[in-house]
């Protein structure tokens, strides 16, 4: 089996070397990264890196979902493949994942998600799309999810960042922009219809201050109008991201039952989606799958299932 890790990146200078060395073992055939023309000497800091790590370096300019899109290309064929972010610090688990050869696995907790599957199924089923935000959901509830596997794989290290988005832009307008483009793609890539959306605003204006009560609605109202003319992705019935939660919890399985140490192990729900009571629904499916599971809230809005307390070190190291 060949083995693959892909990744885009754009101004990620300070994690980029912690991260890839964090993820490198020498089961890769190659790591594929495509950089979105970086300015500030992330690209040159890969280029330093290229031969001690095999990286494949290309540069695109590309959303998020084009520039995976691209990486994922470039990786051999008939390769196990997972995606990676050059801000996060990896521990191994991702690689021990992929070592069961198992396809079609969504990891997924409160730090960090990847997803991993062979090459041609993804391709077969059209690639990353165009997409700067919702770029993850609209790929995994289209190749679909076999295996749910929660295991912390690492920690965000920009979550420390207030507002992250503003490392990539230049400038006020540069970064409207860019958060224009995510809020109307989190729409399109989540294929939101109306009724679902009204259900999102509901959900989010709870406890929530008048004014934003007020303009929210409008917001995503225009928004909605514009992805109109754009185009959304409906893979399903239900919004993308509604089907792969649902999904991360019907599809869990123990990780003892493919090989792997549970220690790790960290489930989250967030209290609702689109309104629906997600925390009963994610209780009924862990708790009658994983043994010994503990629970605590982190936040009045989101759950977590754990089985070692130590796990809660990468919550400390995130925030």
């Not at 980029?16 to 800091?45: C, H, L, M, P, R």
């Not at 997600?278 to 989101?302: G, L, M, R």
């Amino acid at each position: 089996m060949k083995y693959c890790l892909y990744g885009t990146v754009y101004n990620n200078v300070n994690t980029v070397e912690k991260a890839i060395e964090s993820v490198y073992d020498a089961i890769f055939d190659q790591i594929v990264i495509t950089d979105n023309f970086s300015n500030d000497g992330t690209y040159e800091k890969l280029i330093k890196m290229k031969k001690d790590y095999n990286l494949k370096i290309y540069r695109l300019k590309s959303s998020r979902g084009l520039g995976m899109a691209y990486s994922l290309k470039k990786c051999p064929n008939n390769s196990l493949t997972a995606y990676i972010h050059l801000d996060v610090i990896y521990n191994n688990m991702l690689i021990k994942i992929m070592e069961t050869e198992l396809s079609k696995v969504i990891i997924s907790n409160i730090f960090q998600w990847s997803y991993v599957a062979k090459k041609e199924e993804i391709i077969n089923k059209g690639n990353w799309r165009d997409l700067q935000a919702a770029e993850e959901m609209d790929l995994i509830s289209r190749v679909g999810i076999d295996y749910s596997i929660p295991i912390v794989i690492g920690y965000n290290a920009s979550w420390k960042m207030k507002d992250s988005e503003r490392r990539y832009s230049n400038g006020f307008f540069n970064y409207v922009k860019r958060k224009y483009r995510i809020y109307l793609d989190h729409i399109r890539g989540n294929g939101i219809s109306k009724n679902y959306l009204k259900l999102k605003i509901k959900n989010d204006n709870e406890n929530k201050e008048m004014l934003y009560k007020l303009i929210s609605p409008v917001f995503w109202n225009i928004l909605f109008k514009i992805s109109d003319l754009y185009g959304k992705y409906h893979n399903h019935v239900i919004p993308n991201d509604l089907y792969v939660y649902l999904n991360i919890y019907k599809k869990i399985i123990d990780p003892k039952d493919v090989g792997l140490n549970n220690e790790k192990f960290m489930a989250y729900s967030p209290k609702k989606i689109y309104g629906i009571d997600f925390i009963t629904y994610a209780d009924n499916e862990i708790k009658k799958k994983i043994s010994n599971i503990k629970c605590d809230y982190i936040n009045n809005n989101v759950k977590i299932y754990y089985i070692n307390n130590n796990v809660k070190i990468y919550y400390n190291l995130s925030t």
